[in-house]
């Protein structure tokens, strides 16, 4: 099966700019989507397809993807950006897709 | 919107069988491309996916669950439901049901989530 590896925590400082970087064999032949996870709170979809993002999630959060590494990337890093973020993809390499989760990263507001 | 919302016991004791529903509002769960999914998030841990459904009743089933899970939907009611026996103190976790795109598969919609402790 498909795995993905997150680095477990990422600091940064607010005002600063936050990589959160996702590994997976030849990766950026996927897409990749980013989800938020807070305490108690539902997981969040900040970007989609490598670099999309949804409507209300705001323009600091951007994507890329490229060859074994996807990044999301927080600009002008807020204290209410500290949570858990999530790579994930569709392994549809297999007859049946799977949906495939990173480990997760901890972003820390310092 | 399309709102979700899981439903179904909070405790349960190893051995037991896990049942939770997620009703869905906002959207037809028979038509679409979509496919419709549990996970769960370990207290500590990260979110594992469990399986999904899509509105024709295909399923697919994370491998190591496989034995013991049951995902069904039931149309007229909007609603679809995960069944997991053989409970153990590792099933403990939140579980949330949420909605997925087929093709890239993004998952756009959640559920709050459920708390679900197996415990003596």
């Known amino acids: 099966s498909y795995i993905l590896t997150q680095s477990p925590s990422v600091t940064v400082a607010p005002g600063q700019t936050a990589s959160i970087s996702c590994g997976g064999n030849n990766l950026g032949a996927k897409s990749v989507h980013w989800y938020q996870l807070k305490p108690g709170q539902a997981p969040l979809l900040v970007v989609f397809d490598d670099s999309d993002r949804p409507s209300g999630v705001p323009e600091r959060f951007s994507g890329s993807n490229s060859g074994n590494t996807a990044t999301l990337t927080i600009r002008w890093v807020e204290a209410e950006d500290e949570a858990d973020y999530y790579c994930q993809v569709w392994d549809s390499t297999s007859d049946h897709p799977d949906v495939v989760f990173g480990g997760g990263t901890k972003l820390t507001v310092l | 919107q399309v709102v979700l919302q899981e439903s179904g016991p909070g405790l349960l004791k190893p051995s037991q069988t896990l049942s939770l529903s997620c009703n869905v509002s906002?959207?037809?769960?028979?038509?679409?491309?979509?496919?419709w999914a549990w996970t769960r998030h370990h207290p500590g841990t990260g979110l594992e996916w469990i399986g999904y459904?899509?509105?024709?009743?295909?399923?697919y089933y994370n491998p190591s669950l496989k034995s013991r899970l049951t995902i069904s939907v039931d149309t007229p009611k909007n609603q679809f439901s995960l069944r997991l026996k053989s409970l153990t103190a590792a099933d403990t976790a939140v579980y949330f049901c949420a909605r997925g795109h087929s093709g890239y598969g993004r998952i756009d919609y959640w559920g709050q989530g459920m708390l679900v402790t197996v415990s003596s």
């Open positions: 906002g959207d037809s769960i028979r038509w679409g491309n979509y496919y």
């Open positions: 459904i899509y509105g024709n009743g295909n399923t």
